[in-house]
T-cell receptor, first 117, second 116 residues
Framework: AQKITQTQPGMFVQEKEAVTLDCTYD???????LFWYKQPSSGEMIFLIY??????QNATEGRYSLNFQKARKSANLVISASQLGDSAMYFC??????????????FGQGTILTVHP | DAGVIQSPRHEVTEMGQEVTLRCKPI?????LFWYRQTMMRGLELLIY????????DSGMPEDRFSAKMPNASFSTLKIQPSEPRDSAVYFC??????????????FGQGTRLTVV
């Protein structure tokens, strides 16, 4: 079984500052993926970034980067230069490939990020 | 591609009525997933299909829930009879298998179901 823990129910950040959203995971699978999704108030789920368990380097996508520490089983999301539009719920999720799809996801409870002007 | 399309976006129904949620996945995606989001339980996987075949329905809460995928471009999630505790946002998502392009699942806009 897989488990995702997001310990920060809510986070606040000043516009243009960087913010780190925490995520720890627990899985017995040797090969897995880690994902972050954003859910704005409008409700849709927007994919942000992916990290494979065997990837040597931390993933980056524009202002998003994933601080992957495999030994600690953590996959924190770093958002640089926060913008007002970043205010949303953020979900960390994991999936094992195992021949199936990375769409079979186990989600954390989410962190609500509020960006102040 | 227009992305994953779900209908309706909102549904209000009375307890005991049948509810059918619809999903059109992204063309070419082999996998289709149904998720449910509630305040109490968060996002949870209900069922998923590979090439139109149900693979894992262990997340389906009760026999009142059923899902079908008659072809590669259409899936339904049916609740019969509906109960107030079924009120939630239901998401459909689709994806390619690992090794064939993008790894992530693409989600639809969701259907907000309210059972009164």
């Amino acid at each position: 079984a897989q488990k995702i823990t997001q310990t920060q129910p809510g986070m606040f950040v000043q516009e243009k500052e960087a913010v780190t959203l925490d995520c720890t995971y627990d899985t017995s699978d040797p090969s897995y993926g880690l994902f972050w999704y954003k859910q704005p108030s409008s409700g849709e789920m927007i994919f942000l970034i992916y990290q494979g368990s065997y990837d040597q380097q931390n993933a980056t996508e524009g202002r998003y980067s994933l601080n992957f520490q495999k030994a600690r089983k953590s996959a924190n999301l770093v958002i640089s230069a926060s913008q007002l539009g970043d205010s949303a719920m953020y979900f960390c999720a994991t999936s094992n490939a195992g021949g199936t799809s990375y769409g079979k996801l186990t989600f954390g409870q989410g962190t609500i990020l509020t960006v102040h002007p | 591609d227009a992305g994953v399309i779900q209908s309706p976006r909102h549904e209000v129904t009375e307890m005991g009525q049948e509810v059918t949620l619809r999903c059109k996945p992204i063309s070419g995606h082999d996998y289709l997933f149904w998720y449910r989001q509630t305040m109490m339980r968060g996002l949870e996987l209900l069922i998923y299909f590979n090439n139109n075949v149900p693979i894992d329905d262990s997340g389906m809460p009760e026999d009142r829930f059923s899902a079908k995928m008659p072809n590669a471009s259409f899936s339904t999630l049916k609740i019969q009879p509906s109960e107030p505790r079924d009120s939630a946002v239901y998401f459909c998502a689709s994806s390619l298998p690992p090794g064939r392009g993008n790894t992530e699942a693409f989600f639809g806009q969701g259907t907000r179901l309210t059972v009164v």
